[in-house]
């Protein structure tokens, strides 16, 4: 159990175009998701936490307007970017922690952003 | 084996060898923590954690040890084998629901037949 998918696993964008990126938890129900950036070679970074029903809360220097997070129901979380541009290309990684676990934290598979 | 005493980027061992990956956590209020493995392309895999109440846990294979004076974790990977080749975070947390996780700089582990 304790399944995390992502979808798409790899996307690839013309600058200035939106993409969404859909986080589902299979088997449990997720109170919260959070969403990772990494860039290559480099560590994952917390960009937001979102809460189902309620605005995700965004980390400092990561723009709200730019990457929309909604988390409609309990088992789904999106990440939209929005007027994608190649500084955007990343590696996106959700994580959903299941409900009434304290800490333990699924992680979904990620998704390849490039954006040309 | 080989073993490091700070966080180095990276870390090649002989199949067999035990292996020790070190890491530098943040926040002293941080009362959770846990490594991961990641290969090339994919999400974090958990491999095993620690509570702060602890400062040894064992899993197969794999043991993390904690030092909370010095905010230190290790994990060591007995055995080492190919298949061991990834890249190892760390990760501490408040043991709160809705905490998200702060990744450490990760280490790759190359392992040779």
């Known amino acids: 159990g304790a399944v995390v998918s992502q979808h798409p696993s790899r996307v690839i964008c013309k600058s200035g175009t939106s993409v969404k990126i859909e986080c589902r938890s299979l088997?449990?129900?997720?109170?919260?998701m959070f969403w990772y950036r990494q860039f290559p070679k480099q560590s994952l970074m917390l960009m937001a936490t979102s809460n189902e029903g309620s605005k995700a809360t965004y980390e400092q220097g990561v723009e709200k307007d730019k990457f929309l997070i909604n988390h409609a129901s309990l088992t789904l979380s999106t990440l939209t970017v929005t007027s994608a541009h190649p500084e955007d290309s990343s590696f996106y990684i959700c994580s959903a922690a299941r409900d009434r676990d304290t800490d333990t934290q699924y992680f979904g598979p990620g998704t390849r952003l490039t954006v040309l | 084996g080989e073993s490091v005493g700070l966080h180095l980027p990276t870390l090649s061992v002989q199949e067999g060898d035990n292996s020790i990956i070190n890491c530098a956590y943040s926040?002293?209020?941080?009362?959770?923590f846990i490594w991961y493995k990641q290969e090339s392309g994919k999400g974090p895999q958990f491999i095993i954690d620690i509570r702060s109440n602890m400062d040894k846990r064992q899993g197969q294979r794999v043991t993390v040890l904690l030092n909370k004076t010095v905010k230190h974790l290790s994990l060591q990977i007995a055995a080492t084998q190919p298949g061991d080749s990834a890249v190892y975070f760390c990760a501490e947390t408040l043991n709160q629901a809705g905490t998200a996780l702060i990744f450490g700089k990760g280490t790759t582990l190359s392992v040779s037949s």
């Open positions: 926040n002293s209020a941080s009362d959770y």
């Open positions: 088997d449990f129900q997720a109170t919260t």
